[in-house]
């Protein structure tokens, strides 16, 4: 008989980010090893209670369909984990799935409790999460350090992708693309104002796409109409997973000039679909991204630095595209297959 895994996550498709794709794509990959059961929560009434992800695994999701489900989802789920006498819990994310892992330890106390690390915010719970845990997973160094500080040496297992997905698609001369969510800490007020501050004679030549939605949507778009920026800044809003992986394949540059950061799938992605990549010395960014071998990495809210390497990719083609071709290399060590054989290990570990 199967291992029986219990992973939580209180999101998943179609409300997929970074740490959502690691839960998934972790059972998905081992699904045929394990008796993996997916634990979300519901958030809406026309999705089932019980359905089955690719690779046979079941998910089951939690509540009654509606927003509050967040709330009632680490009580719900370490029920659940209960009735389900799994060997091993695993938690990907402190937050939902983090407190759920807390109720675990005292609802399901045989089973081996894992937390994965995915995010830089603070919460007042961290401490008793990582307690809660028997092992620790942290996808960048800043996370493994922070965990250090909670008395957990951690191991380090970056998110990964999947390869196949990003299409190979002629790239548009000019076009610089940001991906993700339109909030304060994604610094997509810096990147217009660099852009706004490049060279006329290079500015008319390139076209800048921002896609995502969020809080700052409208105070952004007002910036931009500020900085007289027209038609070169388009705001394309939100597009879904696989769709989304065009924006990246027809861009020269991808421009992500984050105030904070876990790790950040998205510059993975667009070193996969062959983009040169401007980013910021954030978080675990530096992780993925290598100034000046597989991108260009600036200070956090540094108009200026962002401005002159915006510049730089737009004007020296050479570079662009070494940039580009060593970034493509570098994301192949980051296919899923890859990085759930990571996780299978600290699995058969917890099992021994």
């Known amino acids: 008989m199967k291992p029986r895994i219990v992973i939580l996550s209180a999101f998943a498709t179609p409300r997929r980010s970074g740490a959502e794709a690691c839960a998934e794509e972790v059972a998905r990959e081992l699904g045929g090893r394990y008796d993996i059961v997916f634990l979300t929560a519901r958030l809406d009434r026309s999705v089932p209670k019980k359905d089955t992800f690719p ?44 407190a759920a892992l807390i109720f675990c330890s005292y609802l399901a106390p045989s089973a081996k409790r894992m937390l994965t690390c995915q995010s830089t915010n603070t919460d007042r719970m961290l401490k008793a999460m990582h307690r809660a845990a028997h092992r620790v997973t942290a996808i960048s160094t800043v996370l493994q350090k922070r965990a250090k500080r909670f008395g957990k040496n951690a191991v380090l297992i970056p998110n990964g992708l999947r390869l196949g997905d990003i299409p190979r698609m002629e790239k548009i001369p000019g076009r610089i693309v940001f991906v993700g969510r339109l909030e304060p800490m994604k610094g997509v007020d810096v990147l217009l104002k660099a852009y706004a501050g490049l060279p006329a004679l290079v500015r008319e030549k390139t076209t800048l796409r921002i896609v995502g939605e969020g809080s700052e949507k409208p105070k952004l778009e007002s910036l931009a109409a500020s900085l007289k ?12 997973v696989p769709q989304v992986y065009r924006e990246f394949a027809e861009a020269e540059i991808f421009a992500g000039l984050s105030r904070s950061e876990a790790l950040g799938n998205v510059f993975l992605e667009a070193q996969a679909a062959r983009c040169a990549v401007l980013a910021t010395k954030a978080g675990g960014i530096p992780d993925i991204v290598k100034d000046r071998e597989t991108g260009l990495l600036v200070p956090p809210d540094d108009i ?27 994301s192949e060590d980051f296919n899923w297959s890859t990085i759930a054989e990571r996780y299978a290990e600290v699995y058969e570990e917890l099992l021994a």
Request: zero cysteines.
């Open 304 to 330: 200026d630095a962002a401005r002159e390497a915006l510049e730089t990719l737009l004007i020296d083609s050479g570079l662009r595209n070494r940039l580009a071709a060593a970034g493509k290399f570098h």
């Open 55 to 98: 690779g046979g695994v079941t998910v089951r999701r939690l509540g009654i369909g509606t927003s509050v489900d967040k709330w009632l989802y680490p009580f719900l789920a370490a029920l659940t984990a209960r009735r389900l006498r799994p060997k091993i819990i695993h938690a990907v994310l402190e937050s939902y799935a983090g």
């Open 229 to 240: 920026l027209g038609s070169k800044v388009i705001f394309a809003g939100f597009i879904p």
